[in-house]
């Protein structure tokens, strides 16, 4: 891992809704260009690891962070910082698909329209690369203008992933993004996984064992709000140092 560019680094990040602290001293280095799995079990503070990646957290009043967390060397919580240009550079996909109400062309062109990224003919090119890099165009071509909500889990999940792809963004951070999926919904976005890397920095949380080893590099063990361990992906899957880890991974606890 030495020779890969760091995206976000993370220093002693602690955070709190009100009194509760739900992440204490996390240090990491998110490496560009590959996928990084979060694992850990319910509740341990991986969504609000997350959701500080692009400042979403901002969002909940009453809380706090502390700590640095640089973005190609910029700390992102700076007075200085465009939080909507952050979003747009950093992209969450959430859990459960959330296509807004609306066609499916005007949800993947929302945030082009939205940053006024472009005019009306280059719109449509966007709208359709974007949907050819989630692997949507084919299934949706003929039917752009079509409630998006009217689309199987699946292919919805995909519009939230073109959506944000349409902006172009750098970082794209899935929240368990197929928790709601069946096994081949699931596999269509795990194939999907491993082909952006190749032009994105993706962390996705995940709740699937199975899936954190196959579509990830690297991979960051939480507990109780701390990162117990962050190592190469076959570490932490054959030889963990943290006996937390090893129990975790196979089953015997979380
Ligand atoms: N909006 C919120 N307000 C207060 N506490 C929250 C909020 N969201 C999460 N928490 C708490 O922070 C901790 C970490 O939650 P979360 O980041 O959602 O964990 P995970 O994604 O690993 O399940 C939990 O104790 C949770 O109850
Ligand atoms: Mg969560």
Redesign the pocket.
């Known amino acids: 891992m030495s020779q890969s560019i760091v995206k976000f680094a993370v220093r002693d990040l602690n955070f709190h809704?009100g009194p509760?602290r739900?992440l204490s001293g996390i240090s990491m280095d998110i490496p560009a260009g590959r996928v990084t799995a979060l694992i850990?079990p319910?509740?341990?503070?991986?969504?609000?690891f997350l959701r500080c990646l692009n400042r979403m957290n901002d969002r909940?009043p009453g809380t706090r962070v502390e700590g640095d967390i640089l973005l190609d060397g910029a700390n992102i919580n700076d007075a200085e910082t465009d939080v909507a240009d952050l979003r747009r550079r950093v992209g969450l996909v959430f859990q459960k698909p959330n296509p807004f109400p609306q066609s499916i062309f005007d949800n993947v062109a929302f945030g082009p329209r939205a940053l006024s990224l472009t005019d009306g003919q280059r719109l449509g090119d966007i709208v359709e690369q974007s949907l050819m890099d989630a692997a949507l165009w084919d299934e949706v071509k003929d039917k752009l203008r079509e409630p998006a909500l009217d689309l199987a889990l699946g292919q919805q999940q995909r519009v939230c992933l073109a959506r944000v792809l349409a902006v172009q963004p750098e970082v794209i951070l899935m929240d368990e993004p197929c928790s709601a999926l069946d096994p081949i919904a699931t596999l269509k976005i795990e194939e999907l996984i491993a082909r952006l890397k190749e032009k994105y920095t993706i962390v996705i949380?995940t709740h699937n064992m199975q899936q954190a080893a196959r579509v990830s590099d690297l991979t960051g063990m939480?507990w109780l709000g701390e990162l117990v361990e962050f190592d190469r992906t076959d570490r932490i899957f054959t030889r963990p140092s943290a006996q937390l880890t090893a129990d975790y991974v196979t089953g015997r606890s979380g």
């Open positions: 809704y509760k739900a850990g319910s509740g341990c503070g991986k969504s609000t909940i949380v939480f």
